[in-house]
């Protein structure tokens, strides 16, 4: 059974910096894309980033690039996703997922596995 565990959310000003971290378990994930959604109050999940595991190619929401880049540490079994140059409209609960497979996809119905999120509030 897939475990994932975020970790490294919390409140940050404006323009400051995260790191988000995703720890994998229960499986071997050198055949899996892994990615990080977010969702806000009163709003629908929505695709930040994703990456395949073995490769590292990675696949970015239009919104985040060049302010979010999504890793992974294979020996460690983490994902990571850095936020940098944050802004108000980045707060939210990030989750991360994993689907089995190659194909980076930024569809949350194609992720099968999901944790339990961790809170990122970005003050003005």
């Known amino acids: 059974q897939v475990q994932l565990v975020e970790s490294g959310g919390g409140l940050v000003q404006a323009g400051g910096s995260l790191r988000l971290s995703c720890a994998a378990s229960?499986?071997?994930?050198?055949?899996?894309?892994m990615g990080w959604f977010r969702q806000a109050p009163g709003k629908e999940r929505e695709f930040v980033a994703s990456?395949?595991?073995?490769?590292?190619?990675?696949y970015y929401a239009d919104s985040m690039k060049g302010r979010f880049t999504i890793s992974r540490d294979n020996a460690k079994n983490t994902v990571y996703l850095q936020m940098n140059s944050l802004k108000p409209e980045d707060t939210a609960v990030y989750y991360c997922?994993?689907?089995?497979?190659?194909?980076?996809?930024?569809?949350?119905?194609?992720?099968?596995?999901w944790g339990q999120g961790t809170q990122v509030t970005v003050s003005s």
């Open positions: 229960g499986r071997t994930f050198s055949s899996y894309t």
């Open positions: 990456i395949t595991w073995t490769i590292g190619r990675t």
């Open positions: 997922a994993a689907r089995s497979g190659y194909v980076n996809t930024d569809r949350v119905g194609s992720y099968d596995d």
